[in-house]
């Protein structure tokens, strides 16, 4: 779904319960901006309903189409995702191209999407966006085939060649989902791997453009010093469509693996939810979420809203959370500061990450607890085991063995369990 057009008129309803409408329509604008069409204005209504047949009541639509008219538009894009007989409608009587606002999300993920899943995973969400549309999205489809021109190229397109194109996109998306189970029972094997290695996950979530890519780079800088593993950062909306995984060691000897994933965004399409839910689903095996917040965004809590909300979709529930409020350097607020479950920081400038660090180990390590353990002598594997893979405090000599004073957590405390003299 390449767009090659590049002026465009973006179209709102407002229903009356909407307090975001405004900041939806301005990202509406950065939305189109990522795949460099220019918004020349904007039309908006005030219904208590959007119209079922034309999206906008009916006078709105000449309206609309006087005004892209005197701007010299050539695109209009719609604020919510429209139905197939809406773009139908709209399209035929605006005489232009209509695309809405799944279609653009849609369209960024194709074009950033680089790993082979992300890919399969973008093409399904079109497919199946478009198998209901495929007589409204005549000049969508056309514009496949390398055409620009508005409206009506592929009016004669008869019902057989319709029919045709319906199975061909049907045995696609079989074949899409049965390549995307496989892919999803990889991922599961790999997360019941790193669950049973007994290193706690601590996953990065939140809204796009909040600095989460920013921020792993910023721990891994600190805490690892290996500059290649570093992941892709940029501004733009959805500059990270994959999931990273890196491990990180505290000084003392603790470990944790960090991930990075996609970001999210208001009214993100439901079938690209679904389709990316196997990417997204990484963070439901985390110990701990770090919520990275935009602080500096005024909608920052709606930002929030959303993400928790899209979490929630995905079946991503009852996960500790830290709210990391980045950007706070843009924000004008004290930082960095932190409480109890949230933390002030610039991921950008380095403040507030010791901050972060400190409480990560918190919420991660509290159930470690400091024991006591007599190995004798002969048990030189469990010695050189817990100097290697444990912070241990203290080592003296006794007669019977080794004594040990080693911060463990419940799963080795039940290994060592034979060793252990006190707590
Ligand atoms: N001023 C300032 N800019 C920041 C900070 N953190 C990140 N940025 C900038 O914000 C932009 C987005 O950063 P990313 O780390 O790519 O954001 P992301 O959350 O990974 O975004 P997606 O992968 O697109 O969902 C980049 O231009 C960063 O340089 C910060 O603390 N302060
Ligand atoms: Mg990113």
Wanted: aromatic share 6%.
């Amino acid at each position: 779904m390449d767009i090659l057009v590049e002026y465009a008129v973006l179209v709102g309803v407002q229903e009356q319960t909407n307090e975001h409408f405004e900041y939806e329509m301005e990202e509406l604008k950065n939305l189109a901006e990522a795949i460099d069409v220019h918004v020349v204005g904007s039309v908006t209504q005030n219904l208590e309903r959007r119209h079922p047949t034309h999206y906008v009541g009916k006078g709105k639509v000449s309206e609309i189409k006087r005004f892209y008219e005197e701007t010299d538009a050539n695109l209009i894009i719609f604020n919510d995702e429209l139905s197939p007989s809406q773009i139908r409608n709209l399209e035929r009587e605006l005489e232009v191209k209509v695309i809405d606002r799944t279609m653009l999300i849609l369209d960024i993920f194709a074009r950033r999407a680089r790993t082979h899943e992300a890919r399969m995973q973008v093409e399904l969400a079109q497919l199946q966006y478009t198998l209901p549309r495929l007589v409204g999205l005549r000049a969508s489809l056309s514009r496949q085939g390398g055409g620009t021109g508005g409206g009506f190229q592929n009016k004669g397109a008869g019902e057989t060649k319709l029919e045709l194109d319906r199975r061909k996109i049907e045995d696609q998306i079989s074949k899409l989902r049965k390549d995307l189970d496989h892919v999803r029972d990889r991922r599961d094997t790999q997360r019941k791997q790193r669950k049973r290695s007994g290193i706690p996950v601590v996953s990065i979530v939140g809204y796009t453009n909040a600095g989460k890519s920013t921020l792993m780079n910023a721990l891994l800088r600190k805490m690892d010093d290996v500059i290649s593993k570093q992941v892709y950062e940029e501004n733009m909306l959805f500059a990270t469509l994959d999931t990273s995984v890196r491990r990180l060691s505290l000084a003392d000897n603790k470990e944790f693996l960090l991930t990075d994933t996609v970001g999210f965004v208001s009214k993100l399409p439901h079938h690209l939810v679904k389709a990316f839910r196997s990417t997204l689903e990484e963070a439901r095996g985390a110990d701990l979420l770090l919520h990275v917040v935009d602080v500096s965004n005024p909608e920052y809590r709606y930002m929030m809203e959303v993400t928790n909300e899209t979490l929630q979709d995905v079946g991503v529930e009852n996960i500790p959370t830290i709210n990391v409020f980045n950007k706070s350097d843009l924000a004008g607020v004290p930082y960095p500061r932190d409480t109890a479950d949230s933390v002030w920081i610039s991921a950008k400038n380095g403040e507030g990450l010791d901050e972060l660090i400190d409480l990560i180990k918190k919420k991660v390590f509290e159930q470690y607890i400091t024991c006591k353990l007599l190995v004798p002598f002969d048990r030189g594997d469990v010695v050189s085991y817990l100097n290697d893979k444990a912070n241990v405090k203290k080592t003296e000599y006794e007669e019977e063995g080794t004594l040990m004073t080693v911060e463990m957590d419940g799963s080795e405390r039940v290994k060592f369990e034979e060793f252990i003299v006190s707590h």
